[in-house]
Every structure is written in C-alpha cells, then in structure tokens.
C-alpha cells in the first residue's frame, strides 16, 4: 500500500506493505538508518521513534499504520541554521556527558528525552501531563522540564520515564546526567539551540 | 499481500469485522507486532488505532460506571483524574505495563482481547468486577468480565465482535483497594504473581472482598476461596486467614519467569498483605 507521512517534518511516501515494521520502512526502505534495532520485540527502546509526538517502539509498529501520521526519527532532532547542523540539548549533552557508549541504544534515548524535555519531566499520573491526555500534539505542551521539582524528584522522573531505553554499556548513570544538564538548559531559557525540530 | 482496513467509525469496525473475520485485529500492537519480521504476514489488518471515540474515558453517573474505551492506552487511564480518582489501581496497574513507549501504544481492549494469562490489567478488572462491553453489527451486549476468559487466552469474543469498552464500577469510599505486581524489575517485566483486590472494611472487619491473582493460571482468577475466608475478621486475622487460604485455591506453574514454588509464596504474601495493610 502507499503510506503517505509526515517524516521529520515533511511530506514523504513510501509503497510498502502493511505489515512492515516501521522499523524496517525506516532503515531499508527511507535509508533512515539513525533508528537501530535492539530487541524486535519492544523490550529495549533501541528503535523509540515519535509517533504524532508520543514516544513508541517503531518494531511495534506496522507501516500501515503510520498512513496519515507524523513520525520523528532521531534525524529529526536537530535544527539547521544557514546550513549548520545544530544538535538538540539531549544529543550535545548525551556526548558532553559521556551518556553513550557502544551507541545502539543512544538514537531511542536522544529521542525519548527529548521529548520528556519537551513536555516536561512530570511523572505520569501526577498531573503535569494531563492536557496531553489525547496522546496528540504531546510536543505542544509548554511546561518547564524542571518546573517544581527537586534535583532528587528529577532524577527520579528521568529514571522512570527512560525505564524502556535499555542500556548494556553504561550503567545510566551518565544518561540521567545527560538528561538533566539538558533539562537545565531548558529551563534555563538556552533555547536557541535546544528548540524542538521545527 | 496483507489487505488494509482502517475504519473510521465503531460502525464501519463491526462491519468490517463481520465481512473478515480472519483479519487481525490490531491497536497498540505491543503483542501482536513482537517479532512481526520473523511471523507470516497475516491476510488482511483491521486497524482500530486512534479509532475515533474509541478512547473516550467518562462517567456513566446513573450506573455508577467508568467508561473506559477499548481503545485508551495505558497512558490515557493513568492520567485521566476520573480513573486516577474512581479506580485508582488502574490507574496505578497502567503505570506498572512495560514502560513509556508500550504505555503510549497499549491499549485497555487490547489487553482485554488478547486474554494473556499475565495481562497486567485483568486481575484489576476481576477484582473491581468489571463489565466488558462487546459489538457487533448484531448489536451489544454486556458480560461481566469474570465471564469473558474462558481458557488459555480463550475467550467469550465472539467471530464477529470487538471488545468496545471496559465498564468499571466506582468504589464506595470504604471499599479500600489494593494492587502488586512483582517482576523481576520495576520496568519492562513480565509478572511473575500480580494480586489485586477491593476490600470493604466496616467497623474493624472486613464484610466482603473480591480477591484477584495473575500470572498463577491459565487465565486471571478470583480466588473465592480467600474471599471465603476473610469475611468477619479484623485485618490481621484477615491476612493470615488470607495466607492460609491461598494454597488450595491456585497450583502454579513453573516456566521461564518463575517457578511454581516461587509463584505460590509470592501469592501467599500478597494474599496476607492485601489485609495486614489496612490497619
């Protein structure tokens, strides 16, 4: 079937068949090869990619249902100014930080806090994340990534809702490092090179 | 090649239901996409994600009843303040499922459907007493949904029907409710034993209980025998009341993620705690 996308923030089209896994509509048939696979089984959050902005295991995914939907891939994190490329907060401290090691768990990581950044650091269920509660245009949702909350209370929220990006080399640590110097940023109003893709 | 339906409406869904009752019916896909690569394409897909009014979430306020439907995901239930509010071990079960990327996928009528004996949402619904509604171009009935499983991921479903909605009974304010689920890690584990219960407590003791486990049969199960033995005891007698029943009512089985013995000593603990708790 056609499957017609917004990918990263354009149009795009595709002739797969249904079933495909997003996954694999990503690496073989688009050459977006930043989405790794882990598990296929959506255990290990290797190929997280957004789908219309919440985060899912794109081996979860069958292609068909991505017609009509908008999907961001680790590629779609970045901003371009007159031709530079200008990484997202996450992806600049994941590497200042030393949050990645062997990497194929680093695209799924950069993307989920990403978007934990982008809709704040609420935990699920404590009412921060309410208006999101139509699961779309979660992205849209303007809370501060730190806002109210105690470094400890951070780094527990950071630690639950990045508990599906599974990680063999690093033991995390340094992730929730990474996470939270970027959350920082943030809040901190550095916005010009953290922004969201546009 | 696979065949594509998208409907648009729970209407257009029963229909296409009824015309291709060999098609897979799929939502989330947290189950039914694992290792999808490595599985025969199925014939045809009816694709019920984002089904308009599928998620919907309300109070049927003449019945007593939330309204969950079928296709809220586990994010959805727990951050809706009516689930949080009126149902608050759904709310806190939906938390517990994978992690963030399955929560935004899985969906409540999938769980259902999909009658795994370790669906983390089941004991909840068994426990709450739950009433499942189900659709069909024949109309809509409602079962209770201690009658949906009839087996080893056997159910009630009908060829033609698709779950719609959970319906889910608002606790009295002296029901006190309880929830466990114990893995081998807080996140993106499958259960060994999860345990869910409501306990109405009245002046020191308990007047009634329904009792669920999972992951401790072929199906999730009240175990009336423990709900037997609690009634009329004050909350420590309750547990070891509890405790003791546990043994007749499940047999365990061993398999990769646990073990018989395992099982059954995790089931007695949680038994006895559901009531040590409440004093």
């Known amino acids: 079937m056609k499957v017609t996308l917004t990918l990263n923030g354009q149009e795009a089209a595709v002739e797969v068949p249904p079933w495909r896994r997003l996954l694999d509509v990503l690496r073989d048939d688009l050459s977006l090869t930043g989405t790794k696979e882990g598990c296929g089984e959506g255990e290990c959050g290797a190929c997280t990619v957004l789908l219309d902005g919440e985060p899912v295991n794109s081996c979860l995914v069958a292609a068909g249902q991505c017609d009509g939907r908008a999907v961001t891939t680790v590629e779609g994190l970045a901003t371009h100014r007159r031709g530079e490329e200008i990484l997202h907060a996450v992806q600049r401290q994941l590497v200042a930080c030393g949050g990645a090691q062997c990497g194929i768990c680093t695209p799924g990581i950069a993307v989920c806090a990403a978007h934990l950044l982008e809709r704040g650091l609420g935990a699920p269920g404590d009412g921060a994340n309410d208006g999101a509660s139509d699961g779309a245009g979660v992205g849209a949702q303007a809370a501060l990534p730190l806002a109210g909350k105690s470094e400890a209370e951070a780094r527990a929220a950071v630690r639950e809702l990045l508990a599906g990006n599974i990680c063999r080399c690093t033991g995390y640590q340094l992730v929730v490092e990474a996470v939270l110097a970027a959350a920082r940023e943030v809040a901190d109003g550095d916005a010009g090179a953290t922004g969201r893709p546009s | ?279």
């Open chain 2, 1 to 279: 090649m696979t065949a594509y339906l998208r409907p648009r409406s729970l209407a257009e869904a029963v229909a296409a239901r009824a015309a291709e009752p060999g098609y897979l019916v799929l939502a989330g896909g947290t189950d039914l996409m694992v290792n999808a690569n490595h599985r025969p394409a199925p014939a045809g897909l009816i694709d019920l994600w984002r089904l308009p009014g599928a998620g919907e979430i309300s109070l049927d306020a003449e019945r007593g009843q939330l309204a969950i439907g079928a296709g809220a995901t586990w994010l959805q239930v727990q951050r809706h303040p009516l689930v949080v509010r009126h149902a608050a071990i759904l709310a806190a079960a939906a938390r517990e499922i994978g992690a963030l990327q399955i929560q935004a996928r899985g969906t409540i009528g999938g769980n259902v459907a999909n009658s795994s004996p370790v669906g983390d949402s089941l004991p909840v619904l068994l426990a709450l007493e739950a009433e499942l509604e189900l659709c069909s171009v024949r109309g809509t009935r409602r079962l209770p949904y201690r009658e949906f499983c009839t087996g080893y991921r056997t159910t009630a479903l009908g060829a033609d029907e698709l779950v719609s909605a959970v319906l889910v009974p608002v606790a009295a304010p002296a029901v006190r409710l309880f929830w466990r689920k114990v893995g081998t890690r807080r996140a993106q584990s499958i259960s060994k034993v999860m345990a869910a219960a409501a306990i109405h407590l009245e002046d020191g003791v308990v007047r009634r209980a329904t009792v669920a486990f999972g992951a401790v049969a072929d199906r999730p199960v009240r175990l009336a025998g423990v709900e037997a033995a609690v009634v009329g005891l004050a909350p420590a007698q309750a547990a070891e009341a509890a405790r003791a029943a546990v043994a007749g009512a499940i047999a365990p089985i061993s398999d990769v993620r646990s073990t018989s013995d395992y099982r059954l000593q995790v089931a007695e603990n949680l038994a006895a705690r559901m009531f040590s708790e409440l004093s």
